[in-house]
Each structure stands twice: as C-alpha cells, then as structure tokens.
C-alpha cells in the first residue's frame, strides 16, 4: 500500500492485524451497519489494531463498467484489448452468459484464475485499496466485491475461488509483497534498460513479480509459471506484453539454473551494507539500520528472516461458552488441520488450515477467537480479577477486551472506548457471540478529550497504544513499506499524550499498563521512562509472576521477540498509582 502516510494524529488504531475479511479498506466501514455474520467476522480475525487505508477505497465497482476510455496509467482501467460492449462473439474458452448486460460477467476460462486475482489484488494493495493478508468465507459478499474489482480492472472475470484458491491468492499476494524490494531489483536488473522497469505498467509489474516470486520462493514448476503468467499478460494485456514476460522469465529460470542471480555486493560502510542487506532481505533500509545498530547484525537478520517466513496463527478458545482448549483441538482434528500446543492454555498455534476453520464456523459460533499468544500475554500482565473496574483505552476491535472480559469469569467491568464508532459496533458484536456483551461497555470517544471530562476512576486501565507495529510484520506483509523512519517521532508524540490521559483515569492504588506490537525501545522501555519522570505518583512495578520468566526484561518489563519466542513482538509495563 504504497502512498503518503495518514496523518499519526489519526491512529486511534493498533498495527497488528494478521486477517481481514473484507476485500478492500473501506469495506469495514460500508459493512459496518450489517448484523452479527458482516461484522463479526472481521472482529475475531483483528488482534491488534489494523492500520486504517491511507486512499479511500470507494464504493464496490459496477459491473457496467466496461465502455470507459482506457487510460494507460490507471492499472483499475479495462484494457483496450479485453473490452467488452454489447454482446460480442466469443471464443468456447469464455462464456458469454449475460453479455451486453450489467448483471452478468464475462467469464474467462482461460488464464490462471487465482493468478489473475492475486495481479488485481497486488494492484489494489499498492493503491492503499486492498488488504494484503485476507480470508474469504461463504456468509461474506467480499468474495463478490473482489471479483467485480477483477472485471473492471482486466475486462473480464474468473469463476469464483475455492478453499484451495483462495489460499493460493493470499500466499502469493502476501509473499510478493514481502519479497517486492528484491523482486524488484531482479526484475530491474534482467529488463533491457532501466527506463524499461521504470516505465512499465502497472498491472505487467505485479504479473512479473508474481511470476518471480512463484519461481523463486515457491518453486512452481518452470513451465507452469511462464505458461500461465504469459497467458495472463497477453489476455489481460496485449500479446506484446505478454512476450516480455515470456523473455524475462525465461531469463530468470535460465540465471537461477546457473545459480548466478544478480544481488548486491555487502560491502562498503555500514550505508551500503544496510542498502545491499536492504534488498537481499526485502526491508526498508532505515529498518535495516535501526535494527543492527540496536539488535546487532546476527539479530537483525534472524528479525527479517522470521518476517519473510510464513507466519503461525494463534487460536484462542472461548472458555466463556463453555469450551476447552480439547474441545477446540477435537474439531481442528476434525477438519484436519494440524496444530501445536500453545505455551497458554487457552491457545492452539496452526500454520494453515484457516480457511477451514473460518467455512467450518468455528469464530461464528463462538468457540474461539484468532489471537497471538503476544497479545494473550498482555493480557497476563494486566491480570484481570473478578470484581474489577477496567478502562481499555484503544479497544477496538477488541481481541485483549474479549480475553480480558473472560477473565472476569462474570464478576466486574469493562469499558472499551474508541474514536472509531464502527469498529466499536463490530467489537460489540463479537462481545455478543462470545457472551461477554453483559460485561462490556463501549464508549465511543477520543481518549484525550474523555480523560479531560471525565470524573469516573477505573481499578486497572489498559492502554494499547498505536505504534509502529514492528512486531507483527511476519503477519502483516505490506507494513513495512507503509511505515517510514519519521513515524516514529510523531507515534512517540502521540503514546505520550495518550498515556498522560490515561493515567487520569487509574483510581489511587490502582494498575496503569502500557502496551504496543512494537520490539522497538523508542515505543516501549523510553516511553515509560519518560513518563515516570512526568508522573512521580505512578511507580513501576515488575510483571514477575505475571508472564513466564523468560519473557520477562531486566528491568522488569514484559517483551516477546519474533526471533527468540516465536511469537508476534510485544511489549508491557505495569505502573501502580500511589495512594496519595
């Protein structure tokens, strides 16, 4: 989602976000006065919160829309060649059904329909209109809405996904997006002039990239690749384009046969080192520097070889509704999905399968909720007890208030406020499948101006504040060429206004807890710094006994790390308000 980034003053919103269900940015919003099955859904797959779309993605696209003008720098136009009006004669390879209406698509069955689907999606993401990592179930139109985005961009449509196809688009999506700086930079390197890549269309680059990327980390068969992604290129394109990709892709297979793929040379000053390692590893390079410089440079390359790996999901069981963590393996056996164990008892750790688990209506009937053990770890630190008053500061969607709620085990409070109306409706939503809606309270408002008015007093208050979300970049493959160098200093500005409000809300002898996705010191360990030094009356206290030793810091902090626990990164701080 590349793009000019969305002022920080309006991140009411956490990073963190491995699933969506929805087929463009907006949609949250459109669907977000549907019932239980529109919004539901996209809440128990949001932990964390997702960065809101830097474009607006408008309205769903009509499927009328086949005269327009092609316009060679709108990759959402419908080429010339695969432009449609009234009612043409067609190849057996298409059908016809309802063309020259505005009800029916044209439907081609000749190219690689998922491959036609990923060109479209990476064209979208890279306008800020499509989410990068996203599931469809049967219940949600999204499907729907992600064909008619196909038709207008290509001229025609594809028959719709299966479960198979389905997780073919998003490995391919989310993989070439990871992998797009050094993509890039061979696609770059084999084209005849670098006006060539430059210059190219938008809508040929993704075809290329995708071709790349299934040729070099997925290990497609050769011929399928070239085939397929050619077909798309000529059909899509022109038959022009589609011999580039034929030339380019066969030049690849021929320099990785050979084993002699261009990549940068490390070495030079620490600079170039970081610009080479940049491309190598697929990272933006003020990260790349940033991390050797704080992690060392074995730490950072473990960090960016956990982000490019294919990430772990985390299902947390509903205990609320009844259901233990046998009963939630029991049905994951059922539908064949192989897991793990997690470290918490209340979570089951799986690699694939989440499509099954999302069309066997696991999350819809409330037995359990996707969520990293990172963020069920915060949730240890605020150690939630019957009885209790708590203020969750930046709620939504809500997947530390659902555990926080369970927690209570029906005795006690929780306010969940938001500036975001809608994703607080699809928080409630959630908070009633889960059975929890009796002991949730949402309060829509900016916490800033809530503090400021607001007399209330609150046992514990959580505040979940926006950040960076360099912890979570293995889940959310397109964050890290949506985040630059100077987002930090505007977060930091922002974490500290929302903790100084937040600490109004925290009742004498009270609990204050600051957490983010972030592994980066500037958010986490100097914020609380700070802020004690602003606030004599709150007074740090150690998470011992709270979270397993191991995830504990000298100074008594708690912080997970991708490369040391295999879990999202996260961080925590208990700060205790004095009695006086």
């Known amino acids: ?123 979208r993401a890279d306008k800020g209109k499509a989410f990068v990592d996203l599931l469809n179930e049967k219940a949600n139109d999204s499907a729907e809405n992600e064909m008619g985005y196909v038709e207008r961009t290509l001229g025609f449509s594809t028959r719709h996904l299966d479960d198979r196809d389905i997780r073919l688009v998003t490995v391919i999506v989310a993989g070439t997006v990871r992998w797009k700086r050094y993509i890039d930079f061979l696609i770059m390197s084999l084209c005849s002039d670098e006006k060539v890549f430059s210059k190219m269309e938008p809508l040929l680059l993704q075809i290329l990239r995708i071709g790349f990327f299934e040729i070099l980390k997925l290990n497609v068969p050769a011929y399928a690749v070239v085939d397929e992604n050619v077909r798309l290129a000529k059909v899509a394109l022109r038959p022009g384009a589609g011999n580039m990709v034929n030339a380019i892709l066969r030049k690849l297979l021929s320099l990785k046969e050979t084993d002699s793929l261009p990549l940068p040379k490390i070495e030079g000053d620490d600079r170039a080192q970081a610009r080479a390692l940049s491309i190598i590893y697929s990272h933006p390079v003020w990260m790349v520097r940033r991390w050797i410089r704080f992690l060392g440079k074995e730490e950072a390359l473990k960090l960016m070889d956990w982000n490019n790996s294919d990430p772990y999901f985390s299902l947390r069981v509903n205990t609320t509704n009844g259901y233990t963590r046998d009963d939630l ?42 969520q990293d053990e990172s963020a069920g770890l915060v949730v240890s630190v605020v150690d939630p007890q019957p009885g209790e008053t708590i203020m969750d500061c930046c709620a939504a969607p809500g997947g530390k208030t659902l555990f926080m709620a369970s927690r209570l085990a029906g005795q006690g409070k929780i306010w969940a406020l938001d500036i975001n109306k809608g994703r607080l409706r699809i928080l409630m939503e959630a908070a009633k499948c889960h059975s929890l809606d009796d002991i949730i309270t949402d309060v829509h408002g900016d916490l800033r101006l809530y503090a400021k008015e607001s007399t209330a007093k609150y046992d514990k208050v959580l505040l979940d504040a926006p950040c960076s979300g360099l912890g979570v970049l293995s889940k959310r493959a397109d964050l890290r060429w949506n985040r630059q160098f100077e987002d930090l200093e ?76 295999s879990l999202d990164g996260a961080f925590a701080a208990r700060l205790v308000r004095s009695l006086h």
């Open 329 to 370: 393996i029991n049905r994951l056996e059922d539908l064949q999905v192989h897991y793990e164990k997690s470290i918490m008892d209340e979570f089951v750790r799986i690699r694939e399968g989440m499509q099954a688990v999302l069309q066997a209506g696991l999350l819809k009937e409330g037995m359990c909720a996707v």
């Open 1 to 123: 989602m590349e793009g000019n980034a969305l002022a920080l003053s309006h991140f009411r919103t956490r990073a963190g976000s491995p699933l969506l269900l929805s087929a463009d940015a907006s949609s949250t919003e459109r669907k977000n006065s549907a019932g239980a099955n529109g919004g539901l859904f996209r809440c128990l797959f949001l932990e964390g919160r997702s960065r809101p779309s830097r474009y607006d993605a408008g309205a769903p696209p009509s499927r009328a829309g086949r005269g327009r003008v092609w316009k060679r720098d709108d990759p959402e136009a419908s080429p010339r060649r695969a432009g449609i009006s009234g009612v043409p004669k067609l190849d057996p390879k298409f059908s016809n059904k309802g063309a020259g209406t505005n009800k029916a698509p044209i439907i081609n069955f000749e190219v690689s329909h998922h491959r036609a689907v990923a060109a479209v999606r990476l064209l």
């Open 490 to 565: 505007e977060l930091i500005c922002l974490q500290d206004e929302l903790l100084d409000s937040a600490s109004l809300l925290v009742k004498p002898g009270g609990v204050l807890i600051y957490s983010t996705c972030s592994i980066d010191h500037e958010e986490n360990e100097n914020r609380i710094t700070a802020f004690v030094q602003r606030h004599p009356e709150f007074i740090l206290q150690g998470v011992h006994g709270y979270v397993p030793a191991e995830f504990i810091t000298d100074k008594g902090f708690y912080s997970s790390s991708p490369t040391k626990h």
